[in-house]
């Protein structure tokens, strides 16, 4: 069966960095892109970006630029996403997601969210 | 980037309504539109794909149609377990947006 299982959450301080792992099962962790979306409390879904598990080749949406890297360990099936400088509005559960059907780009496979609180 | 917007915002609804959602475009994405549901605490659920086609596994009761600009979502009969927060999606164009979600709730 197919999962994405995400690490726990987390807390840090204005300033500070954090990572998020994804980590694949039951299917070939580089045939898919990786996306990650995040979602504030009571909020939206908002994408992040992409990454390509095969090529390492990344697509990152303008708002996070220069903050965020999406990274994978292939030997591992696991995805990262490290967000740096995080701010108190950075706090939201993040998911990494997926694709996996030929004829569709709906995100159909989720991991279960990792909450990132920021606060000092 | 295409901004998505949906409505209404909320809704209140009974068991066996009929129920509908409308996502409108900022410009036009054809067919590429997505829907998904989803419950507190949990993570999103896939629904429909290019604007009508449903998901394998989710029931008949849910329908999709629109093209262009204007798109909805159709739940024909609300079930209990449908009561949840709707979102579209756009996938025609980087960055990927969703609407601002519709939440549906018992009257």
């Known amino acids: 069966q197919v999962h994405l299982v995400q690490s726990g959450a987390e807390v840090k301080k204005p300033g500070a960095s954090v990572r998020v792992s994804c980590k694949a099962s039951g299917y070939s962790f580089t045939s898919y892109d990786i996306t990650w979306v995040r979602q504030a409390t009571g909020q939206g879904l908002e994408w992040m970006g992409w990454m390509n598990p095969y090529s390492g080749n990344t697509g990152y949406a303008q708002k996070f630029q220069g903050r965020v890297t999406m990274t994978r360990d292939t030997s591992i099936g696991t995805a990262y996403m490290d967000l740096s400088s995080l701010r108190s509005d950075d706090t939201a559960v993040y998911y990494c997601?997926?694709?996996?059907?030929?004829?569709?780009?709906?995100?159909?496979?989720w991991g279960q969210g990792t909450m990132v609180t920021v606060s000092s | 980037d295409i901004q998505m917007t949906q409505f209404p915002s909320s809704l209140s609804a009974s068991v066996g309504d009929r129920v509908t959602i409308s996502c409108r475009a900022s410009?036009?994405?054809?067919?590429?539109l997505n829907w998904y549901q989803q419950k507190p605490g949990e993570a999103p659920k896939f629904l429909i794909y290019a604007a009508s086609s449903l998901q394998i596994g989710v029931p008949s009761r849910f329908s999709g149609s629109g093209s262009g600009t204007d798109f909805t979502l159709t739940i024909s009969s609300l079930q209990p377990e449908d009561f949840a927060t709707y979102y579209c999606?756009?996938?025609?164009?980087?960055?990927?947006?969703f609407g601002p979600g519709t939440k549906v709730d018992f009257k």
């Open positions: 999606q756009q996938s025609h164009s980087t960055p990927v947006t």
């Open positions: 997601a997926f694709s996996s059907a030929f004829y569709h780009d709906g995100f159909d496979i």
């Open positions: 410009q036009s994405i054809s067919s590429d």
